[in-house]
């Protein structure tokens, strides 16, 4: 029943921003911690981002922490992932997730995903 469907990417020039949402179909989105995780081409799955059931308990992988912001509104059951200063390095295929807590996200212990959409920074 549960459901995340993940919108959003598009291609961008280094330094420039996007918004990733992540929409929860169920009608328990405010129990489940949510967050990102990337893969580029090539690359290993990378954690980046997650947000606690009950905001503002985040955690940030090192590499998007102080460019990224992650946020939820839960009357509109949605995630959102804030990108700034986008660096082509930033490029891969983001996937919403959920979990039990944002710390499990951190330590890549997730119950569901997302789709993915597609993120290209261009230099």
């Known amino acids: 029943q549960v459901q995340l469907v993940d919108s959003g990417g598009g291609l961008v020039r280094a330094g420039g921003s996007l918004r990733l949402s992540c929409t929860f179909s169920?009608?328990?989105?405010?129990?489940?911690?949510l967050g990102w995780f990337r893969r580029g081409a090539g690359e290993e799955r990378e954690f980046v981002a997650a947000i606690s059931g009950v905001a503002p308990n985040t955690y940030y992988a090192n590499s998007v922490k102080g460019r990224f912001t992650i946020s939820r509104d839960n009357a509109q059951n949605t995630a959102y992932l804030q990108m700034n200063s986008l660096k082509p390095e930033d490029t891969a295929v983001y996937y919403c997730?959920?979990?039990?807590?944002?710390?499990?996200?951190?330590?890549?212990?997730?119950?569901?995903w997302g789709q993915g959409t597609q993120v290209t920074v261009s230099s």
């Open positions: 997730a959920a979990g039990l807590s944002a710390a499990a996200l951190s330590s890549n212990r997730v119950d569901y």
């Open positions: 169920g009608r328990t989105f405010s129990t489940y911690a």
